[in-house]
Nanobody, 123 residues
């Protein structure tokens, strides 16, 4: 079993930055893709970014490309999401997920999820 714990959320003004962290424990996540999704009130869970085991391959939603950067430190079993130039529409609960299938944009494919961390961007 794997536990994922997100941290780093908070309240920030538009144009500001936050860095989210997702710490994994319980078993090795080798061969897992690690991803960030977000969910705003009344909306479906939305893909944000994903990274493969080595960190050599990344994927981004068009809405965050150029502003967000996903990275991972396998020695620390931690995945990060650096969020710059934040906009009010980035406000959501951000979830970390682990997936083995490679269908990184499909939330139903994921094996593990964290509990989420709230990000609120004020205008």
């Amino acid at each position: 079993q794997v536990q994922l714990v997100e941290s780093g959320g908070g309240l920030v003004q538009a144009g500001g930055s936050l860095r989210l962290s997702c710490a994994a424990s319980g078993r090795t996540l080798s061969s897992y893709y690690m991803s960030w999704f977000r969910q705003a009130p009344g909306k479906e869970r939305e893909f944000v970014a994903a990274i493969n085991w080595s960190g050599g391959i990344t994927y981004y939603a068009d809405s965050v490309k150029g502003r967000f950067t996903i990275s991972r430190d396998n020695a620390k079993s931690t995945v990060y999401l650096q969020m710059n130039a934040l906009k009010p529409e980035d406000t959501a609960v951000y979830y970390c997920g682990a997936d083995r299938t490679g269908w990184v944009r499909v939330p139903s494919r994921y094996d593990y999820w964290g509990q989420g961390t709230q990000v609120t961007v004020s205008s």
